[in-house]
Every structure is written in structure tokens, then in C-alpha cells.
């Protein structure tokens, strides 16, 4: 999936850094409905930060990964970029057809990606500098207290009753980045009984950080 | 709309802040689709914020506004909210037909939802302390370059052609807050036309910070 080389036209390319939690969000995506794509490496950190080149900036102004070229346009934002597959694509569903569950597949979604990954995200903890770690315990904390006692009402074998959803997208990736900034997850039992089952799932272990491409050597599974 | 003696078990029930952008964003949708509703006034300020109380807490656990009580549940997370009344009310479509026309509305949806309004929320100002103007600046203009950006490819009339949308929704109050900061919104003149032109609208006068039931008299348009 790395073969920059024969690139498909027809295939979506994404614009992605392995470690990049909102990164992980779409490759899962693309690996529940089954789509094939091709990856193109943004390295955060390298060279200053890939992401910063005029060059991609063209294909997202907000200098963040992922973006994704796919059917002649070029989407960043993972929630949309998922919606657009999910509007467009056939496959397992990834939001409930009951508008209510919609509502609340919603609602974890947005609560991970407006209220914990923003406030831990590289350009933000860049410019907290030196307490960045303590800073981003303390929202990942902050959320993840709300997120438990939301998963309490809403999970079954999943975020939202039995079947998987976009909140769960959302779920695994913060969870890897919780543990990257030692939060102990342990204090969350809902949290962290739902990170299992879905680690478990070949969508989720096949996209995980530490296989992709651009995976360093030493971090690699 | 302030009648909470004679409040109604079917109109849908807000709990929000008159200033909260994100309040804002669910009063304009209402608006737009001619849905009557009750408010209930979440003071951020006052007694310390009445946002942490016990009682508001099982409202929403992130202690945060909005929170929407509709059709016997409570929902938090604006576009979750606003896209759950888009699912299930008629009216004006919040939401273009088109699949890549709808990413666009929500890729600049999630940008001002995640890429901005968060690292200008309330309680990470309050965590920020004395340097909280410039903190809010930096984020709103490093997103306003962006959107601006992405905005010149997307606007018609309105942000995504000439329907108003979601994402314009999520504009004028994204601009209000910048104004809120003293950011020189003239640097980016299409945010600026396609607010002017919002501003002029009813769903969007009617439901402004400066004429809500809870808005301070010193504050009142």
C-alpha cells in the first residue's frame, strides 16, 4: 500500500503520518469498508515538519494530516473525510440508521475530536512548551472523565449498542495517545474494555501506528 | 422563548450561554428551521459556572454548553445536535444533496469545530491565565489563514455556493468570537463578505449573543 510508484488513479490516496491519531481515524475507515488506498507518508517531524511545505499546504491549508485525494478532490478533516466514504461507499455502515444512535455515535465522535485531540495536538503542545506533557494529561483526564460516563449510558459490545460506528473509529486512536502521554487508562474501565475489543479487530490492527509505512524501525509491533 | 414556567415536554429545550459560540451555532439552526424552542440560561461566569454543577454534569459530563433535551433525550455537542435535527426535521436543508459539496461543508464545519473554537473554550483560557488574548489570537488567526484559504475555492453567496449551510452555521458565531479577541477580521475578506451577508439574515439576527433571554443589559443590542 506504500507503492508510491503505481499509484492508482482510481485508488484514494491518503496524506497521513503514522502516529497521527486523526490519521488512524481514516485508515480504519478505510479498512472496515474494505477500500484499497495508497499512502503518501507527511513526516510532523522531519525536516521541521513536512506538513509546513508550501506543497502541502495546497492540499490542506491547516497544515495537519490527514488529507485525502479521492474521487478528483482533495478533503481534509478526518470526521468528514470518513462521512464522504461512508456517504459514498458501499460496505459495513459506519453511523446506525436510528437517528437517536446516530446522535450519540455523533456525540462521542465530536466530544474526542473538538474536546481531547485538539488541546493535545502537535501545533498546540508546541506552543505549550516544556509543560506540554502535563498539559495534555490534563485534557485527555478532563475528556476522558465525560467519555466514560457517556460510554456508560451508550456502550454495548461497542461505543453504541453492538455495532461498530464511527465513535469507535474515534475511540482507539485517542486511546493510543492517552497511553503515548501516560494517562492511566485503567481508571476508565468502559474506555479501556472497549479499546480491547477493538484492537482486537483486523480493521483496527491492520491500521494501527505501528505497521504503516512510514513506521520508524524501532517502533514497529 | 425564556417561559420556563410554561415550558413544553415537545419543544426541544437548550441549555446554553447568550456568548457561547457553540450555543449560537444550535440557536441558528433552529432558526433556519423554524423550530420553536425553550432556553435555559447556563451562566459561564456567575456563582463560579454554573456549568459544574452535579445537576448540569448529567446534562452533559463535559460541563459544557450546549446541551439539547429533544424528543426525550439529552444531546450535547453542537454539530451532533444540529445534525440530529437535520435527520429528523423538515424544513431547509442545513446540508447540500451533493456527496463532495456535503464534505466541503463539513471540512470547514470541523476546522472552525476543531481546529479553532476548542483552543479558545472557556476552561482553556482559564487554564492559560494572563496570556489568554494572545493564546486565542494566535489560534483564531492561524485557522482564519486556513479557512480563508479554503473558503476562496468553496463560497458562492455562502460558504459552500450559494445554499447556506452548516458551515455557515458555524461562521458568523466563529467570527463573532475573533471579534471578541480584537482579531482584524479585514486581513480575511471573504470571511468577512460571507459574514456580513449572514449577519444580515434573520436566523442569524434573531438568534445573536446580543438579544438572547440571559444576555446582560449592558450587552444588549
Known amino acids: 500500500k506504500n507503492a508510491s510508484n503505481s499509484r492508482s488513479f482510481f485508488q484514494p490516496l491518503l496524506h497521513g503520518y503514522f502516529r497521527s491519531s486523526c ?11 474494505g477500500i484499497d488506498y495508497d499512502q503518501v507518508p507527511v513526516n510532523l ?6 506538513q509546513l511545505t508550501d506543497q502541502y499546504k495546497e492540499l490542506n491549508p491547516m497544515q495537519q494530516v490527514p488529507a485525502v485525494t479521492i474521487d478528483g478532490v482533495t478533503l481534509s478533516q478526518s470526521l ?6 461512508e456517504e459514498t461507499r ?6 446506525p440508521a436510528d437517528p437517536q444512535k446516530r446522535a ?12 481531547i485531540q485538539p488541546l493535545q495536538n502537535l501545533y498546540v503542545l508546541q506552543k505549550i512548551g516544556e509543560d506540554k ?13 465525560a467519555l466514560e460516563s457517556l460510554l456508560k449510558e451508550t456502550a454495548g459490545k461497542y461505543c453504541v449498542g453492538d455495532e461498530i460506528s464511527m465513535a469507535d473509529i474515534c475511540l482507539a486512536p485517542q486511546v493510543y ?5 501516560k494517562v492511566d487508562v485503567d481508571q476508565f474501565p468502559t ?10 479487530l483486523e480493521a483496527f490492527s491492520t491500521s494501527h501506528p505501528s505497521c504503516q509505512p512510514d513506521t520508524p524501525a524501532d517502533l514497529r509491533a
Open 104 to 115: 450519540k455515535v455523533r456525540m462521542i465522535c465530536d466530544l474526542i475530536a473538538s474536546g
Open 177 to 181: 495517545n492517552a497511553e503515548r502521554f
Open 23 to 33: 490519521s488512524w481515524r481514516v485508515r480504519i475507515a478505510f479498512a472496515l469498508k
Open 191 to 200: 474506555i479501556k474494555r472497549l479499546n480491547q475489543t477493538l484492537l482486537a
Open 133 to 145: 506533557v502535563s498539559w495534555a494529561q490534563h485534557f485527555i483526564i478532563r475528556g476522558f472523565v
Open 90 to 95: 458501499p460496505g459495513p455502515a459506519l453511523l
Open 80 to 85: 468528514a473525510i470518513i462521512q464522504y466514504i
Open 45 to 50: 517531524i522531519k525536516d521541521g515538519g513536512q
